[in-house]
């Protein structure tokens, strides 16, 4: 979530405010801290680690960005699940 709403969790500002914060540019800085978020990782850990357990049936057409991200940089990663 971007510094719009950084006290609110993102599931209850649509319940506050009467609507859908806006979403983040894919592949920016607000959008990875999203995705970090989601994922339960830093940015550190997610770029550093040989193994990444992430459960993919929580992740999105949203995260596409992210995910490729982690993917292009991580270069220590031999298990993605």
């Known amino acids: 979530m971007g510094d719009e709403f950084?006290?609110?969790?993102?599931?209850?500002?649509?319940?506050?405010?009467?609507?859908?914060?806006?979403k983040p540019e894919p592949g920016s800085a607000a959008d990875l801290a999203r995705f970090y978020e989601k994922v339960k990782n830093t940015e550190e850990e997610a770029l550093t680690l040989k193994h990444l357990e992430w459960g993919w049936k929580n992740l999105g057409p949203d995260d596409g960005?992210?995910?490729?991200?982690?993917?292009?940089?991580?270069?220590?990663?031999?298990?993605?699940?």
């Open 65 to 81: 960005p992210g995910l490729a991200h982690v993917i292009k940089n991580n270069k220590t990663c031999i298990t993605l699940e």
């Open 6 to 22: 950084p006290l609110v969790p993102e599931h209850m500002v649509e319940e506050i405010i009467g609507e859908k914060p806006p």
